[in-house]
Nanobody, 120 residues
């Protein structure tokens, strides 16, 4: 059974930082592309960042330079470091696993999501 479990969300003031974690079980993690998506209230789910099997990173333009995605294959984990947070970053953040880097939602497995709220 494949499971993706996110942690590290919460409430932070604008300008602050958070680090999201996602632990994956039931898959050969080092073969997966890992990604983070987010969905704000009333909005569609959108791509935030992805990291390939060989550690190439991809970002949504509005988070480039503020967010950093990383992975630790020994711990079956992917991380999203978020700095200089803005109120518009408020959303439920989802971890996803797949076989190909894409900015679409075409990933095979998803976590349950975790809330990130940035106050102004």
């Amino acid at each position: 059974q494949v499971q993706l479990v996110e942690s590290g969300g919460g409430l932070v003031q604008a300008g602050g930082s958070l680090r999201l974690s996602c632990v994956v079980s039931g898959r050969t993690f080092n073969r997966d592309v890992m990604a983070w998506f987010r969905q704000a209230p009333g909005e569609e789910r959108e791509f935030v960042a992805a990291i390939s099997q060989n550690y190439a990173a991809y970002y949504k333009s509005s988070v480039q330079g503020r967010f950093s995605i990383s992975r630790n294959n020994a711990e079956n984990s992917v991380y999203l470091r978020m700095n200089s947070l803005k109120p518009e970053d408020t959303a439920v953040y989802y971890c996803a696993a797949g076989s190909t880097v894409t900015r679409s939602s075409n990933y095979d497995y998803w976590g349950q999501g975790i809330q990130v709220t940035v106050s102004s």
